[in-house]
C-alpha cells in the first residue's frame, strides 16, 4: 500500500533588496537585533532610530568567525525564548556576514522556522553573505557544514555604515565583487580595473552590479544545485586555508583572495585561463590590499581537507575553475597529481 502526502510546493520566497540610506521599518510584532559590540558601538543607536515594532530585543553575541557555533546560537535562541518569541516573531540580523549567517540559521530553527530581515554592516556582506538565503555555523571539520537555506523577508544595503569599516574589512568585501566579476561579468570585472572603490558613487555602483549578479544566479539555483556553485570560485581553497589557520589568521575575503589565486593557477596549468588574465585578477587583488599568497606546509594533508567541502564527493573534489574572465567551469575531473602539483607551488 502507498499513500501520498500531496504537497503544495507554490509559496514564493521572493524578496527585495534595498540599497539606499536605510528607511523607517515598522514591524507589527516582536523583533530581536540580533549585532555584536563592534557593530552595535558604531552603529546601533542609528539602526534603532529606523526601527519600531510591538517589543525589540537586542541580542550582543561576540565578534570573530571563530564564534560562529552552536554555542552562540544557543545563546540567541535561550534570548528569544527567554523573551517568550514565536512563531510571527522577527530576528533582525545586523552585522557582518558571521552575524547574518548566524541569524539566519537561528531565524530557521527556532519553533521550526520564523523570518529574519538581513540588514548588512560591511562591504562583504552587503555584496554576498545577505543575498541568497545561505545560514550557518562552522564547527571543527570545517566552515559553514552545519546550516540551512533560509531567504530573508528583505535585505537593506546602507552605504552608510561602510563609513567605518576599517581597511582589511573592505578589502575582504573587494575580494568578493572581484569574484562576481570573474564568474559571470568580464565587462563589470574591467570597470573595476578602472574604477576607484574609495568614491562613493563608484562603490555603490560597484555594489549593485554584484548584487544584481548574485540575484540572478540565486533565481536561477536557489539550492545551489547547478551554477550558482560557481560563486564558490575560490573557496574551495579559501575554506582550507581558513580551516588551517583556526578562522584567526585571514578574514573571509582575504581567504577567498587567496584561495582564487590558487584556483587560477590550477586554471593555467589545466591551458585554461591564460597567464595574463590571471595576473589581472591578482593585480586587482593586490590593490586593495589582499593577501595573494600562502604557504602550505603540508601538501597532501591540504589536498584531503578538500574532501570536507560541501561540493565534493566521498571520492572526487570539485573545484571552481575560470575558463575566461566571466566563465568559469564546476568540474570533479581534476587528476590530483595536477592539483598536488599546483599547491607545491605554494609549499615551503
Not at 556576514?97 to 519553533?111: E, H, K, P, R
Not at 578538500?306 to 570533479?332: A, M, N, Q
Amino acid at each position: 500500500m502507498t499513500v501520498e502526502i500531496a504537497l503544495d510546493k507554490a509559496r514564493d520566497d521572493s524578496y527585495e533588496i534595498f540599497i539606499d540610506t536605510l528607511s523607517k521599518l515598522h514591524l507589527d510584532t516582536k523583533v530581536a537585533v540580533v549585532t555584536n559590540p563592534t557593530v552595535s558601538g558604531f552603529h546601533l543607536e542609528y539602526l534603532l532610530r529606523q526601527v519600531t515594532a510591538k517589543e525589540l530585543v537586542v541580542i550582543t553575541v561576540p565578534d570573530g568567525e571563530q564564534y560562529k557555533s552552536w554555542e552562540t546560537i544557543t545563546t540567541i535562541l535561550d534570548e528569544m525564548f527567554e523573551n517568550r518569541f514565536n512563531r510571527r516573531s522577527m530576528l533582525i540580523a545586523f552585522g557582518g556576514g558571521v552575524i547574518g549567517d548566524m541569524t539566519g540559521f537561528a531565524s530557521s530553527i527556532y519553533q521550526r522556522g520564523i523570518d529574519f530581515i538581513q540588514i548588512p554592516t560591511t562591504l562583504l556582506s552587503q555584496v554576498d553573505a545577505s543575498v541568497g538565503g545561505k545560514t550557518g555555523i562552522n564547527n571543527r571539520f570545517g566552515k559553514n557544514l552545519i546550516g540551512a537555506f533560509h531567504q530573508p523577508q528583505a535585505v537593506y544595503i546602507d552605504p552608510y555604515f561602510l563609513q567605518t569599516l576599517p581597511k582589511r574589512e573592505f578589502g575582504a568585501g573587494v575580494a568578493e565583487v572581484v569574484k562576481m566579476a570573474v564568474t559571470f561579468n568580464s565587462d563589470f570585472f574591467a570597470w573595476l580595473e578602472s574604477a576607484d572603490l574609495s568614491d562613493s558613487v563608484q562603490l555603490r555602483e560597484a555594489i549593485t552590479q554584484a548584487v544584481e549578479t548574485k540575484a540572478g544566479v540565486v533565481a536561477a539555483d536557489e539550492k545551489e544545485k547547478g551554477i550558482r556553485a560557481a560563486l564558490n570560485y575560490g573557496h574551495t581553497f579559501g575554506h582550507v586555508i581558513e580551516n588551517e589557520t583556526g578562522y584567526t589568521r585571514y578574514l573571509h575575503g582575504e581567504a577567498v583572495a587567496i584561495g582564487m589565486v590558487m584556483a587560477n593557477e590550477l586554471a593555467v596549468s589545466l591551458g585554461w585561463m591564460d597567464r595574463e588574465e590571471a595576473q589581472r585578477i591578482k593585480a586587482l587583488l593586490e590593490r586593495y590590499g589582499l593577501p595573494v599568497t600562502y604557504v602550505i606546509r603540508d601538501v597532501e594533508r591540504f589536498y584531503e581537507t578538500f574532501f570536507l567541502d560541501k561540493k565534493s564527493s566521498d571520492s572526487t573534489v570539485t573545484f571552481i575553475i575560470p575558463r575566461h574572465l566571466g566563465e568559469v567551469e564546476i568540474t570533479d575531473s581534476v587528476e590530483k597529481a595536477r592539483v598536488i602539483d599546483v599547491l607545491a607551488k605554494f609549499g615551503e
